[in-house]
């Protein structure tokens, strides 16, 4: 069975195995995807979980405009321009000396290492 009807099976009548079969034909391939994007495999696990829940989401007015593929990569690549855009808007913290001043140093937080 082809994607496409998958996904409507999925979308109509909610056939669960329908959507497992579609996520897994797709997994190796959307995580992969994500993981050498984003460059970080933590953010890339949230944002694969990201895409399946869109999916879902969005089943029930899915139609065939473009192949099932294309349009799961094109979720995907939405969320890592989305999470881009949130990390890039992220206001930096400086870190702080054991003074209890700023370091001044223009240091990032998540960019310090930390020893444990």
Known sequence: MDDHALMKRYAKKGDV?????????HRNQVFGYLVQTC?????AEDLYQETFIRVIRAAPGYRKTASFRTWLF????????DAHRKR???PAVQSIDTDGGFAGSGE?????KSVV
């Open 74 to 81: 094109t979720i995907a690549r939405n969320l890592v321009i």
């Open 88 to 90: 890039k808007n992220r």
């Open 108 to 112: 990032v937080m998540a960019d310090r």
């Open 17 to 25: 195995a329908a959507f497992e079969l579609l996520m897994s034909r």
């Open 39 to 43: 460059r970080d495999r933590e953010l």
